[in-house]
């Protein structure tokens, strides 16, 4: 019997980075919305939304033991996020409304809501390409989506950040999935070599494939814009796609294989700029990584109850980035051990059938698994922009 409408499209769908690396049918006539009205963003500093939900995570030790890691925020944060969710409308058309439906809501609080830490995050409403049309694409039908409207619409969304709310200050812009592929595109085509180049302290697009010539670090999607190799770096990219490190890229995976002759899919590590094997400092879904996948087990061997939305399991999973073959992917690895009384399955597979989809990879997991490695790299990246861009020279 198959599974809930629901979990069959974001199977089918939710992978977005192939969809994004093709040319975007003509802009349609439609008008855009209006950014000025609030209720177009599904987040914005100063409210109660979404990306202000509460981020406390339990900390479960390898010995069992449980406390509670309770969220705070900078009271004056000095730099913005601009995050644009992946794909997830379960609305019955193409592209979906501009009314925020839990999915939405959701994603956003845990994809974004950690990055309030240290920023103003906003977060724009667009009429994305729905899980519906991207499954039907994908069974072979034509695509009915439109996504050169939800480029335009984040495109102006954009844009009106930066004419009202930006006010000079650097800006991270955040993406997953269709998101990710939407940031590279305004990257590619609205930023680079222009003068808001330099507000940019880093681009982070998990999820989707970004080609970069084979050794180098620019010079595939990127024209100007180069991989980061530091927290110091500013104006730099911060893009992979996680697999399992026992279930690598099979060879007609979605992700990590770039389609373009001589190029490779970028893979940074957030948790190992430097390239060694540490500990991710993950903040994973208590329940699980949502409808596609599995439901997350036990977190520990007695039982123990979790009552917070968000778990730490410090020192179980470590990433590193990996080239094998035509493949380049961040590859995760549960520490596995019998004397620690954690799980040793950490759900995050997209499931179809019972099964999970191989070349989906982790494909859930893109930013929970190195959260907290992402959410301090934008700090560390932040600040080392500010020593270059004082707010008195930034405008």
């Known amino acids: ?31 855009t919305p209006k950014y000025t009205n609030p209720d177009a963003w599904l987040c914005r500093p100063g409210r109660t939304d979404a990306c202000a939900a509460n981020q406390d995570a339990t900390i479960i030790r390898a010995d069992g033991t449980q406390s509670i890691e309770r969220f705070s925020r900078d009271d004056t944060p000095k730099f913005d996020c601009f995050y644009v969710y992946p794909t997830v409308s379960l609305d019955a058309s193409p592209n979906s409304d501009m009314t925020a439906g839990p999915e939405e809501i959701t994603v956003a609080t845990h994809q974004a ?51 009202y709310d930006n006010h000079g200050r650097g800006v991270v812009l955040i993406g997953h999935s269709q998101g990710s592929g939407i940031l590279k595109e305004l990257v590619a085509k609205a930023i680079e070599g222009t003068p808001v180049q330099r507000q940019i302290i880093s681009v982070i697009i998990p999820g989707t494939n970004v080609a970069v010539p084979a050794g180098k670090d620019v010079g595939g999607d990127f024209k100007s814009t180069p991989l980061c190799h530091s927290d110091k770096d500013s104006g730099c990219v911060v ?53 596609a996948s599995a439901s997350q087990g036990a977190w520990s061997q007695d039982g123990a109850v979790v009552t917070t939305g968000f778990v730490k399991v410090p020192g179980l999973l470590s990433t590193r980035c990996v080239t094998s073959g035509t493949a380049s992917y961040l590859a995760v ?31 859930l997991l893109d930013l929970p698994v190195v959260m907290g490695d992402l959410v301090e790299l934008t700090d560390d990246q932040a600040k080392a922009w500010l020593a270059k861009n004082p707010p008195a020279a930034a405008g």
């Open 1 to 31: 019997m198959m599974k809930s409408l629901a979990a069959i499209l974001l199977a089918s769908a939710m992978p977005v980075a192939g969809a994004a690396q093709t040319p975007a049918p003509a802009p349609t006539a439609e008008a």
């Open 113 to 163: 809501g950690r990055f309030a830490k240290h920023c103003r995050v906003f977060a724009p409403l667009y009429r994305q390409v729905t899980l519906l049309a991207l499954r039907d694409a994908m069974l072979g039908q034509p695509m009915k989506g439109d996504r050169a409207r939800a480029f335009a619409d984040v495109k102006a969304a954009w844009e009106e950040y930066l004419a």
């Open 239 to 291: 893009s992979y796609v996680s697999f399992r490190a026992d279930a690598p890229p099979p060879a007609n995976s979605r992700f990590g294989i770039a389609a373009q002759p001589g190029m490779t899919v970028a893979c940074v590590d957030p948790a190992a700029l430097d390239g060694a094997v540490k500990p991710a400092d993950a903040y994973l879904g208590a329940r699980g990584a949502g409808i």
């Open 333 to 363: 690895t549960t520490n596995a051990n019998s004397a620690d009384k954690r799980t040793d399955h950490i759900v995050g597979d997209v499931m179809y059938g019972g099964k999970a989809l191989p070349d989906w990879g982790l494909h």
